[in-house]
């Protein structure tokens, strides 16, 4: 899990750091578009998915994962 957090940690930072190539690349989000304005939506629609990423990393890096996302979870899973 260790190597799996540093891998979605940098894949989070590239996000965030190299937002307008992830633009040129793949485009605008139609649901960034519309829900964040059209005026920089999209932008900030992969910045906020590159820092969800880097805070997935950190869980996992930390080695809570599977706490972190039991109690995450915990209201959608019934209880046996």
Do not use: C, H, Q
């Not at 706490?67 to 959608?76: A, D, E, K, R, V």
Request: hydrophobic residues 55%; proline residues 2%; aromatic residues 16%.
């Amino acid at each position: 899990m260790f190597i799996l957090g540093i891998l979605i940690i940098a894949v989070g930072t590239f996000l965030v750091l190299k937002t307008e190539w992830f633009m040129d690349n793949f485009g605008r989000m139609a649901w960034f578009e519309d829900k964040l304005g059209s005026d920089g939506g999209s932008r900030l629609g992969y910045k906020l998915v590159g820092i969800v990423a880097i805070f997935i990393g950190i869980v996992l890096l930390s080695g809570n994962g599977s706490n972190f996302f039991t109690w995450m979870l915990s209201p959608l899973i019934p209880e046996a």
